[in-house]
Each structure stands twice: as structure tokens, then as C-alpha cells.
């Protein structure tokens, strides 16, 4: 089981990034997916979740009308798409898939840099 995330980097403030989270050895289709983020010297905090197969997105309100999470099934992997960025956005981002089974997955992150 794995999950690996990418598409970080460094970016100017108002700028776009697309992170991608690939996922393997389960059935994606099957779990509930996030991504959370850390910011140096912070706590890990949720940014958005599809907390069932198929269900609504919840948004953190810091990225509300600004990030969007999307998936492909078919290649297994989440999309984060993260527009007008600003520095408060700098963190490493990582993935979680999870199921009501107790199955709980992490990514290893991707580090997101805004900065001008």
C-alpha cells in the first residue's frame, strides 16, 4: 500500500499548483480521501476531505473558492489545485486515504513554497 504525492515547489504569491496524490496496493475507489497540511513549527491541519466514496468535499475556510479536490479513478490518484496561493499556503501537504474499516494510509508529503 502506498500512497506518493507530488507536484510541489515553489511558487509567487497568486500563483497556481496542482499537487497529485497516486495511490496503490488498495482499491482507491473504496476510501475516503484528504489532504492536510504542516507548516513549520505548526500542527498538521486538515485542508479538505471526501469523507466517503463519491461525498461532497469539506473545505478548511483558509482555502475556501481557492483549492479544489478532484480524482481520476482510473489512474488511482487525487488532485489537489491550489490557485492563488499565498504565503500562509507554505506547508508540506500530504495525503490520507481512510475507510470506515479502520484502514488509514498516509503519503510521505510534497513540500508547497509561496514565496516572491
Known amino acids: 500500500v502506498q500512497l506518493v504525492e507530488s507536484g510541489g515547489g515553489l511558487v509567487q504569491p497568486g500563483g497556481s499548483l496542482r499537487l497529485s496524490c497516486a495511490a496503490s496496493?488498495?482499491?482507491?475507489?473504496?476510501?475516503?480521501m484528504s489532504w492536510y497540511r504542516q507548516a513549520p513549527g505548526k500542527e498538521r491541519v486538515l485542508v479538505v476531505a471526501?469523507?466517503?466514496?463519491?461525498?461532497?468535499?469539506n473545505y478548511a475556510d483558509s482555502v475556501k473558492g481557492r483549492f479544489t479536490i478532484s480524482s481520476d479513478n482510473n489512474k488511482n490518484t487525487v488532485y489537489l489545485q491550489m490557485n492563488s496561493l499565498k504565503p500562509d499556503d507554505t506547508a508540506v501537504y500530504s495525503c490520507?486515504?481512510?475507510?470506515?474499516?479502520?484502514?488509514?494510509?498516509w503519503g510521505q508529503g510534497t513540500q508547497v513554497t509561496v514565496s516572491s
Open positions: 471526501i469523507n466517503s466514496p463519491g461525498g461532497n468535499p
Open positions: 490520507r486515504a481512510f475507510n470506515l474499516f479502520g484502514r488509514d494510509y
Open positions: 496496493g488498495f482499491t482507491f475507489s473504496n476510501y475516503g
